[in-house]
């Protein structure tokens, strides 16, 4: 049985108000900044990152700040830079089946199992693959256009490890370093996809994809067990995602560390992005989550965005929602990764939208 809200209300405003606030910049003031949203790079990860550089990513100021912002053509043209449409013939594929997951032990991060593969020629659609993973309703799907070119893609699941669980979460909303999830648990399994790529990876491990989808359905009882609110409150507060673990955060792209961190999946993305993304907090979005189907929001010319729209049939790059009401949640993309449902609990997200849930959920059921 969930907790209810208003259990966590006094605990919430005690806990922000003890977080501690860095203003430390260690690289120059911001710049090319355009309402908000940084758009220049003044770093990379191997030489500026979290675990020899810290109050650099504890300074707000140094990265865009603007998720909630009303789309101006003038200023945001970069954010609707790269659409597609999606082609729902799925030939004769279908999401596998994996019978067998790993458990990932305490911190086994890599541990997947067995891949399944899909083999695809140039003039093929990516929809229709994805993976089931036998716990219950739980499974990942893509949705999208031509494969462009040949391409071998896999697919691998792990449990999520014990230290991804809550219980091993942060309270407080810290990232020590110890930890993957700071104060956000994941919901169910981890799925690993690969062989989507069009481009070399880059030099902080991301391998940049044709733009697609990717749906991922939840189990009721996973998401229970993190104690947070609704699914329809967690999504209007931006507390409940499809994630993207980065691996670059701790300066080595190469490898899964505790000083790497689970964050939104838009946050891997090339096309509609500044160059110089939040990638190290779950929050570091543009836009706000659509509420509602996948199936919906391709229908629709609604996007995450206020103000920015796109033509029924396409999708954007960076969109982002859920359905509470299939336990589903999406994400518009272009790069290959780790992913997996990421929540918070009831404490954050409670305090973070307690004022802004019902304009929330009217504009966005325009």
Known sequence: MKNSPLNFLLVSIV????????AAKILPPQANAIAGIRTGADFDWSTTNILNNPAYFNAASNFFDGDDITYDEDSHGFLNAKKMNVNFNKGAKSK?????????????????????HYNLGASDTVTGMGGQTGNGTENFEIFGGSAS??????????????????????????????SLIGHSPLVGNVMRLHGMGIQEATSDGRVKTNPFALESTYTQADFDATYSLTELEELINGCLFLGWLNPAIDGDSTSISDGDRWVHAVQGNYDNMPDNPNRFDEHGVIGSAYIGTLENYIAGTTTSIDGLTKVAGEIRVGDHGGDPESNTVWAIIDHNSDFAVVPEPSTYALFAGIICLATLVVRRRK
């Not at 806990?15 to 860095?22: E, P």
Request: cysteine-free.
């Open 149 to 178: 070119n040949g391409m071998n893609v896999s697919i691998q699941f792990r449990t999520k490890s014990e230290a991804e669980s809550f219980g091993y979460h942060d309270f407080h909303g810290h990232h020590s370093n110890n």
């Open 96 to 116: 596998k089946f994996f019978s067998d997951i790993p458990n990932a032990g305490f911190k086994n991060y890599g541990q997947f199992g067995a891949a399944e």
């Open 15 to 22: 806990s922000l108000s003890s977080v501690n606030v860095y």
